[in-house]
């Protein structure tokens, strides 16, 4: 394995964070770490074109996995988990690909596999990676199951093309397994919530939150970013919105708060983004003007979000907020508005 040295950061000592964007006039919600970016192609054991939309998870042992995308040198993705006792530095790389593209068996993945969001489920003991396959039809849905991120358990496709941006929630809904995407369609791109007896066979589909039209900042696409974060409120989502300009995409974040026993009941969508693209390496990079989280860790606060996020497809970057503090921003900035 690599081991990616920098400044150590003493064990419950909070690294320095510096300001970040928002959608108001209120102080942030989320501060980007002064290190930024934590993690590069430059960082890599083997030759790499870029490192970012990294799924991200607490261990057993207390240590913050992250399993980034890699894109190499052909154009083709893979994940690679890289592991941190505190989740800033200190990075260690596994020396190889941790999970491949295997088109043979998978026909599905013959483009590479993309974008993992993991869900750590208690009651199979079991991390949940929901990652995008890229197929000759589009990209789709496809579920993993591990215990130690040096074996898996696939499940294949589980929505078919088009759809990405894909979690599981945690614990079941009723009798239900419950799978959060966003297909495509000729009517938009919204996110959906889609419930399994068995993680296999899904159905019951329902829209649980549309892009808006027009001039907002989330119009016309929208999508899941890191898994739902389970409040004694509902679910508190970070999702984001893609802002179409005459100079090309946007790619901005947002918050909603969903029911926890009828999680396709939006309960509060706030207006305004809350996080964007603003430092050097979010602006400029393979697609320039993204910030893109697939993962977060809490804090052993229960309230402290350390939120990874891939800027610019080109790098891993960090920033932290606060449940409590994004639960009151809703409160605030989320009034009723057209579309």
């Keep these: 394995m690599t081991t990616v040295l920098s400044t ?19 102080r942030p919600l989320f501060t980007r770490y002064s290190g930024n970016p934590i993690l590069t192609r430059k960082d890599w054991p083997y030759p790499v074109n870029s490192v970012f939309n ?4 607490l261990l057993k042992n207390g240590d913050t996995l992250l399993l980034c995308r890699v894109e190499d040198c052909t154009g083709i993705s893979h994940l690679c988990a890289a592991r941190s006792m505190n989740g800033v530095d200190g990075w260690v790389i596994d ?17 590479g596999i993309e974008d993992p969001r993991i869900t750590y489920v208690p009651e199979l ?49 009723g009798n239900y397994w419950a799978l959060i995407h966003r297909p495509v369609t000729t009517l938009g791109a919204h996110m959906w919530i889609s419930y399994s007896p068995d993680l296999h066979h899904w159905g019951s589909h329902k829209m649980m939150l549309e892009a808006r039209r027009g001039g907002w900042w989330d119009a016309n696409k929208i999508g899941l970013c890191s898994p739902p974060i389970e409040t004694a409120k ?5 999702y984001h ?22 999680p396709e009941r939006c ?8 996080f964007g693209p603003e430092a050097p390496y979010e602006r400029g990079g393979d697609v320039s003007d993204v910030v893109f989280p697939c993962g977060q860790t809490i804090g052993a606060d229960g309230d402290t979000i350390h939120l990874y996020y891939g800027a610019a497809d080109s ?25």
């Design 8 to 26: 150590p950061i003493a064990s419950g000592h909070t690294p320095p964070f510096s300001s970040g964007s928002h959608g108001s006039s209120v």
């Design 54 to 57: 990294a799924g991200a998870t």
């Design 95 to 111: 020396p190889r690909p941790t999970l491949v593209a295997n088109p043979r068996e998978y026909p599905e993945e013959i483009w």
């Design 315 to 339: 790098c891993m970057a960090l920033a932290t907020g606060s449940i409590s503090t994004c639960l009151s921003w809703l409160d605030g900035n989320s009034h009723t508005s057209p579309n």
């Design 267 to 274: 309960l509060q969508r706030g207006n305004c983004w809350m």
């Design 241 to 262: 919105g893609v802002r179409n300009t005459a100079s090309g995409s946007i790619y901005r974040l947002g918050l909603a708060l969903f029911d926890l026993d009828q």
């Design 125 to 173: 003991d079991k991390y949940a990676i929901v990652y995008t396959s890229f197929s000759r039809g589009g990209p789709g849905v496809s579920l993993a199951m591990t215990t130690d991120f040096e074996s898996f358990e696939r499940f294949g496709v589980i929505m078919q093309p088009e759809d990405k941006d894909a979690a599981l929630l945690p614990r079941k809904i």
């Design 234 to 238: 509902g679910w508190l989502t970070i």
